[in-house]
């Protein structure tokens, strides 16, 4: 089975820190996704990379930033982190094929931004 | 604009009854793919069943089966005898050939004894 390990569950930070979300997954998928979840308004996406070093903008990109260096590796930054940015996030991936492909994701993290 | 519309926030359905969630989208694609997810309190995102757009046939999984209607831009989702591990958030997702998916707003079913 595809595991997405997110390495944390629940994290707090205080406004203006900087905060890095970790993803990993372990079946070689090429396509790697940052998603947004809040009540009401669904998953929107951050950003998606489908290459090492590669990546675009998704729905939301604003105030976050992604960083690709290993094809199992995604991570996810928020340069100055504010209180709207708390929300759970959702790492994912997928084979390089396309939308055809499902996506797996992880456990999800919750970020509450004091 | 693509989009995914599942006019239901939140439903609710007995034990062993079955239940349809609704899930439209709107697109000028002729080939896409289409998905529902299904997402347990506290728990992992997970794959519930998935229809391709150029199939007639509606898909089907255990309990699980979708009404696909291509001309409606309909894609609605049957749970037939429903359990209570069925309580969850269910998402709608299509899929327009590139490798993003665009989400619907999801409808939190509960399943009550």
């Known amino acids: 089975d595809v595991k997405v390990t997110q390495s944390s569950r629940y994290l707090v930070k205080r406004t203006g820190e900087k905060v890095f979300l970790e993803c990993v997954q372990d079946?070689?998928?090429?396509?790697m996704f940052w998603y947004r979840q809040d009540p009401g308004l669904g998953l929107r996406l951050i950003y998606f990379?489908?290459?090492?070093?590669?990546?675009e903008k998704g729905d939301i990109p604003e105030g976050y930033s992604v960083s690709r260096e290993k094809k199992e590796r995604f991570s996810l930054i928020l340069e100055s982190a504010s209180t709207n940015q708390t929300s759970m996030y959702l790492c994912?991936?997928?084979?390089?094929?396309?939308?055809?492909?499902?996506?797996?994701f992880g456990d999800g993290t919750r970020l509450s931004i004091l | 604009a693509q989009t995914v519309t599942q006019s239901q926030p939140e439903m609710s359905v007995q034990e062993a009854e079955t239940v349809t969630l609704s899930c439209t989208y709107d697109?000028?694609?002729?080939?896409?793919?289409l998905f529902w997810y299904k997402q347990p309190p506290s728990r992992q995102m997970i794959l519930v069943i998935r229809q391709e757009a150029y199939k007639q046939q509606n898909a089907t999984e255990n309990r699980f089966s979708v009404n696909f209607q291509k001309a409606a831009k309909s894609f609605s989702l049957k749970i037939s005898d429903s359990q209570l591990g069925d309580t969850a958030m269910y998402f709608c997702?299509?899929?327009?050939?590139?490798?993003?998916?665009?989400f619907g707003t999801g409808t939190r079913l509960k399943v009550l004894a």
């Open positions: 994912a991936s997928s084979m390089r094929q396309g939308s055809n492909q499902p996506q797996h």
């Open positions: 990379s489908y290459d090492v070093k590669m990546k």
């Open positions: 697109t000028s694609e002729s080939n896409y793919y």
């Open positions: 079946m070689d998928h090429e396509n």
């Open positions: 997702a299509f899929g327009p050939g590139t490798y993003k998916y665009i």
